[in-house]
């Protein structure tokens, strides 16, 4: 049956930042080691207050950038309800509990903290067809070491091009991860497809519990629906309790780094059957399994090869696998045809990295007319 519902789960509810600051001894940075990676700034007690620029502030988190991609490559004709699920915590004692809130385009904000709120408003602000539905989970609430919101902030180098990403992680609770499961058996009832990205929270399992960071994508699988397809995008510590699951994922996307965390557990899987596809990719394009797993010794030697599109400048690659992630659903949810959508998906990416806005700059016009242009020409064209 085709896809119709689709429901995005964000477990990181972030604001990102993108700062660009100059090069000053004092308020800028002091020197740049592009060989090192190396960049060094005056502190305060000599006096210095870096002074960057504001490029650029919107939601993030890998399932938010993914919903935003899908966002931009929805079109009048598609039929597709796509839900963007965050969880977010509750507001503390105070004030901010009575707190009236307004609604937009039939989204009600919810009362949360301040980032929780803030969060809301930068997720309304950027998507027009796909639905952003706001979770608060009184679990999620920040208090002790918990962290269930947060801001990125990537500096940018206004002179020599490098950057540097602060990107705290999301501490949660044991309590807090189980609550947020149970939530999602409700948020995801009538889901045809659920799509989960990048790393789980962290949080201290209680002993003898085997709900772990490592477990929670499985976990949450096994809460969802059982004709309920999953698109995971995770480096494969966080999949292979899936690939054990008797329901495994539909799609598994990563990158070759991540790829190369697994190379010993092809063979422990040995024979078991996938039904799903895996993505691996990088700059050079995307190695597919369909239907099986990769063997032992040279794992890639399985892989069908379709290669990246040629990008004449790379601006960003931010989000590229996001992005990707995103086309690669989009067209697949359009006509169910495997070289159609990994094809598609490699356009999206080209276009993401080669352009200035990165992930922020992809829009369906563009993807299509390229599309339409390179699968007629290309070998693939029926
Ligand atoms: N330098 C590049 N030139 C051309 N295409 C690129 C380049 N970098 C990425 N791409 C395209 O983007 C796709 C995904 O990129 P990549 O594998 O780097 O994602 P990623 O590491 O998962 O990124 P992120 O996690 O930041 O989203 C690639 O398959 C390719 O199509
Ligand atoms: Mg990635």
Known sequence: MAIQRVTVLEFAPTADEIWRLPHHDRDGYARYDAED?????????????????????????????????LDRLLTDEDQLQVELATFLPPPSEGPLRDLGLGEMRGTALVPSTAAGIYVQCLQLADLTRVRPRFEVVDELEEIGKMQTTRRCIEITLQEGGGSVNFSPRIVWSQEAAEAVQARVAEVARDADLV??????????????????????????MSTLQPDC????????????????????????????????????????????????????????????????????????????????????????????????????????MAKECLDRAIVYSQIVAAISVGNEKATHGVDARTVDDRFTQFWSEDEFGQ
């Open 229 to 332: 397809q999953v698109s995971i995008d995770a480096r494969g510590q966080y999949l292979s309790e899936c690939l054990l699951a008797q329901k495994t994922p539909r799609f598994i996307l990563m990158n070759t780094e991540e790829f190369e965390d697994l190379s010993g557990f092809w063979r422990e899987l040995g024979d078991r059957p996938f039904p799903g596809t895996l993505l691996v990719h990088n700059e050079r394009g995307c190695w597919v399994w369909n239907g099986k797993l990769p063997e032992g010794e040279d794992p890639f030697s399985g892989a069908e090869h379709f290669p990246s599109m040629r990008v004449p400048e790379v601006y960003s690659t931010i989000g590229a696998g996001d992005a990707m992630h995103a086309g690669f659903l989009k067209e697949w």
């Open 37 to 69: 990676g190396l960049l060094s700034f005056t502190d305060t007690a000599h006096h210095a207050k870096p002074r960057p620029e504001i490029v650029t502030t919107y939601a993030g988190g890998k399932a938010t950038n993914v919903a935003r991609v």
């Open 195 to 220: 799509v989960m990205a990048g790393a789980p929270p962290v949080w201290e399992a209680h002993a003898g519990s085997d709900f772990t960071r490592n477990s929670f994508y499985a976990k949450i």
